[in-house]
């Protein structure tokens, strides 16, 4: 589907002048909106050549920006040769269609950026299907603004079935096509989402989960890599990871955790992409455990660290446990008492936040150690009857929690233990059949922890349907 001269012009590698409009509602993050758009064109290709701001208490209706800064930016664009203006404020589609016509070059804003960002940084079927649905959602209401034909389909003129003739106009065909085929890609994406969702349920009833989360280019696939035998691709970039990542955890002791790695988020993150990534961050909404990864060091980490609060109450994700992880905690200066000022501050504006480098490794033992205590859960002393022909659950008892003492029958082993709440659950959800203190095993499980939901159904234990150390995808 052809779109006039906005189509045609690519902003990659094209020279660009950002425009920012300081209203009273954006005054606190205007700075760093400012620099983060010159981070985002960059990341897209696009060369920056010109920075132009404007105060106002209310945006202009028809231009955005007044009539003056009108002029004062079609002057600059000519004098530094732009071929592109970037709007760091959303633009109602009359305001492109005004601002192209008086510029004469195209103009695009914050979220169209973010869009060909993700456009071209999308490797798996599900991402990519993600994406085209969220070009298509903003796309469709900018179809009058883009479009620099909308004569009348006259003359009689094939324009396929279930047009109704001459009369209609070209932007009502495009319409129809634009919901044609957003039908088809939302069914194809409702597919695989459907086979994530069982896979994502069935990795958390089988094991213990962990997801990291964090702004763009904060360090999660770095210490995703650190964490566990790698292979998530660690770039100094924005939306270096698209996609979800996940490999097993060694917390030591035998216990492993399953870590997902996901994709980063941004201020302002245009809501057709928080919409259609809601799928891509089903692991961290379903997690037992979210690790905020924070870049420590950057100057905006208070409010990365806000928006990343923002976007998981949003998503849903906030019914579990947070730890806020001060990464790249080796980029700040040494201090006369060793520990930064803005360690100090963070660790007392959110309590339990821990210190930590993906590149050196510190805060990392300690990161395994919080972890595996809340998989355990509350400690519990009791007495778990083993069938003796179940080699495999005695071994899972033997390997990860202390056995006070062992004692034989003529059907089971006794073992006396101390064991965690999650570790039972999920020893009972594998389809392990044991008595708990005597007693059958889920009232055993409520007999020690009679004041929290116990929500495990025993079953026998499928076949992994997911590969772990792969990319979670489609077929």
């Not at 981070?39 to 202009?60: F, K, M, N, S, W």
């Not at 495990?456 to 772990?468: G, L, N």
Request: glycine share 8%.
């Amino acid at each position: 589907m052809e779109t006039g001269r906005h189509a045609e012009v690519d902003i990659r590698a094209e020279p660009a002048i950002l425009v920012g409009v300081r209203l009273r509602d954006n005054e606190t993050t205007f700075d760093d909106s400012l620099v983060e758009l010159q981070a985002l064109a960059e990341t897209a290709g696009v060369r920056v050549v010109g920075t132009l701001e404007q105060r106002r208490v209310a945006p202009r209706g028809k231009t955005y920006i007044g009539k003056g800064k009108v002029e004062e930016l079609s002057a600059m664009c000519k004098e530094l040769g732009a071929k592109v203006v970037i709007f760091d404020n959303e633009l109602a589609p009359s305001q492109i269609a005004e601002l192209e016509k008086a510029l004469e070059l195209k103009v695009i804003d914050r979220s169209e950026v973010i869009l060909d960002i993700f456009a071209n940084r999308a490797t798996t079927k599900q991402a990519q299907l993600q994406v085209e649905i969220a070009q298509l959602e903003y796309t469709a209401p900018r179809l009058r603004a883009m479009w620099s034909h909308l004569g009348q389909v006259t003359g009689g003129a094939p324009v396929g079935v279930g047009t109704r003739g001459p009369g209609e106009q070209q932007l009502e065909i495009d319409r129809r096509i634009v919901k044609a085929k957003l039908d088809k890609l939302r069914r194809e994406l409702g597919e695989i989402e459907g086979r994530r969702s069982r896979e994502v349920k069935q990795r958390r009833d089988e094991h213990y989960t962990a997801a990291l989360v964090g702004y763009t280019n904060a360090g999660k696939s770095s210490l995703f890599n650190a964490l566990t035998r790698g292979g998530a691709y660690a770039a100094d970039k924005l939306f270096a990871t698209l996609g979800t990542r996940v490999e097993s955890w060694n917390l030591a002791g035998g216990n492993a955790a399953m870590l997902s790695d996901t994709v980063g988020f941004v201020q302002r993150l245009p809501h057709h992409l928080v919409a259609s990534f809601r799928a891509t961050l089903e692991d961290a909404i379903a997690s037992h455990v979210i690790l905020i990864v924070l870049d420590v060091a950057d100057p905006s980490a208070l409010m990365q660290y806000e928006t990343v609060q923002s976007v998981l109450d949003e998503i849903g994700a906030d019914q579990q446990p947070r730890i806020l992880l001060l990464n790249k905690a080796d980029r700040l200066p040494p201090s006369r008492i060793g520990i930064d000022p803005r360690i100090t501050e963070w660790m007392e504006r959110v309590p339990g936040a821990l210190p930590i480098s993906a590149l050196t490794g510190a805060g990392l033992p300690e990161l395994s150690e919080r972890v595996l205590g809340l998989m355990k859960g509350d400690i519990r002393d009791c007495t778990l009857s083993v069938p003796l022909t179940d080699g495999r659950a005695v071994d899972f008892v033997e390997k990860r929690v202390p056995v006070l003492s062992r004692d034989w029958t003529e059907a089971y082993v006794q073992l006396k233990v101390q064991i965690g709440r999650r570790q039972l659950e999920q020893l009972l959800s594998s389809g392990v059949r044991m008595l708990v203190d005597g007693l059958p095993a889920h009232e055993g499980l409520r007999s020690l922890w009679p004041d929290i939901k116990i929500d495990v159904a025993p079953r026998i234990r499928p076949h992994d349907s997911y590969a772990v150390g792969q990319e979670v995808e489609d077929e």
